[in-house]
C-alpha cells in the first residue's frame, strides 16, 4: 500500500457510486483488502503507508478494529442488495489482511472484520482469506487461532536469510525466524504459506542472494515471492544512497538476481504465474493478487486503501486520524476517486496481464499492438510457440523486460 496518493475527483461524502457502475460490477469477482497500518518499527526502505506508535497522533490501535468496522458497513449499504433481477455484487472470493503488520493485532481482532465481512457480504464456500504476518509477532498459539478464525493463507516477511542485508532493510527479525513460522504454520493447520523475498539490497552478494534463496526453498512453504528492491523518494534508504552512506541499486546486479531466483525456484518445483510470484502448484497461487491482475473488483478498508468496482477507482485519506474522524461523522474516508474510460482500462489489462503466466490473447489486444508482437518475438520477448497459438506470454528474458514491452504494445501504431 504505497503512501503517495494520486489526484482525482472529489468524492462524494456518503460514498455511493452510479447506478451504471454498480450494474458492470454484478457477476465479477469481488474481493476485500483490509489495511492494517501499524508497525513496530520503519523499516529503511518502506514506501507503505503505515505508522509507528509515535506517529500515530493519538490513535489506538485498540479501537482500530471499531473504526474499519464502520467502513464495512459503509460498503455494504453503497454496494447493495442489487436490482430487481437479481443481479448484485457476488460473494467475496478473497480477503487479504496487509500492511504494515496486522499481525500486530490480536487475533480476535482481525476476526471479527472477517465475521464483520462475512455477515455483510457473504464468502464464497472456497473464500481465501490471507494475512501477511512479520515473524516476530507470531507464535504458534497465535497462528493456530487464526487459523480457527477462518484464515486459510499466510504471508510471512522473510526478505533475506543473511544479517547484514537485514540489517541494511532495517528489518527486526533474527535469521531463521520465518522459516520456523513456516513450520509453525503448518502445525497450525496452513495448506498455504508465502515467503516474501527482497533481492538487490546494498552490500548483497550473488551468494547471499543464493543463501536466501536456499533458506527459503528449504522452508518449504508452497509459495515464494520475489520482488527487486526500489529506493523509494522520502524513505531513509533514498536519503543514505543521496548521501553517499550506501550505494544505489544496480539493474545489471538485479536483473541477475532475478535469473538466480527463477532458475533456483524452478529447479526446486515452483513454476512462476507473475514475474515476482512462483508457486508449487495452481492451487497455491495468491488469488487475491489474481483478482488484482484480471482487473475485477476490490474494496479496501482502511487508511490509504485503494478499492477498484466497475471502472471507478478510489482511494481512502491516508492518515489513521482522519479516517476514523470522517467514518465518525457517518462520512466515506475516500480521499478522491476517478472513472477510467475504455482507452484506461484496455492499457491497464494489457499491463498487468502481460506479467501473467497465462499471458493474454493475442485477438484481444488492440490491432497496432497485434501488429509488433511478431517483432517482440523475434527479440526473444515474447514466447514465439505461444504466439503461433494466439497467446502473448514473457519469456524469461521478457520477464526481465516486461516494461519495454508493454511500452512497444502500448505505444504500437
Known sequence: MPSALPT???PPPDGRLPRDVLHRAYGAPFGVYVHIPFCRTRCGYCDFNTYTATELGGVSTGGYVDTLLREVRLASDVLGDGDALGNRI?????????????????????????????????????????????????????LTRLRELGFTRISVGMQSAVPQVLAVLDRQHRPGRP?????????AGFEHV????????PYESDDDWQRSLDAA???????????????????????????????????????????????????????WYEISNWARTP????????????????????????????????WNVKHPARYAALLDAANSPAAGRETLDDTART?????????MRDGLALPALPEPAQL???????????????????????TQRGRLMADAVVRELITAG
Open 194 to 201: 508465502n515467503l516474501d523475498l527482497i533481492y538487490g539490497a
Open 8 to 10: 482525482g475527483d472529489p
Open 90 to 142: 457476488p460473494p467475496v472470493s478473497t480477503i487479504f489482511f496487509g500492511g504494515g503488520t496486522p499481525t500486530m493485532l490480536p487475533a480476535e481482532h482481525l476476526g471479527v472484520v472477517v465475521d464483520e465481512i462475512v455477515e455483510r457480504f457473504g464468502v464464497a464456500d472456497d473464500v481465501e482469506i490471507t494475512t501477511e504476518a512479520n515473524p516476530e509477532t507470531v507464535t504458534p498459539g497465535y
Open 347 to 355: 492499457t491497464e489489462r494489457l499491463m498487468l496481464g502481460v506479467r
Open 283 to 314: 492451487q497455491a497461487r495468491c488469488r487475491h493478487n489474481e483478482l488484482y491482475w484480471s482487473d475485477a473488483n476490490w474494496w479496501g478498508f482502511g487508511p490509504g486503501a485503494h478499492s477498484h468496482v466497475g471502472g471507478v477507482r478510489w
Open 217 to 271: 526453498v528449504g522452508a518449504g512453504p508452497d509459495h515464494i515471492s520475489a520482488y527487486a528492491l526500489v529506493v523509494e523518494q522520502g524513505t531513509a534508504l533514498a536519503r543514505q544512497v543521496a548521501s553517499g552512506v550506501v550505494p544505489p541499486t544496480d539493474d545489471d546486479v538485479q536483473a541477475d538476481r532475478y535469473v538466480m531466483a527463477d532458475e533456483t525456484l524452478r529447479a526446486a518445483g515452483y513454476d
Open 372 to 394: 509488433v508482437v511478431p517483432q517482440l518475438a523475434t527479440w526473444g520477448l515474447l514466447d514465439a510457440e505461444q504466439v503461433g497459438a494466439g497467446r502473448v506470454v514473457l
Open 179 to 187: 522459516e520456523e513460522v513456516v513450520a509453525e504454520a503448518r502445525a
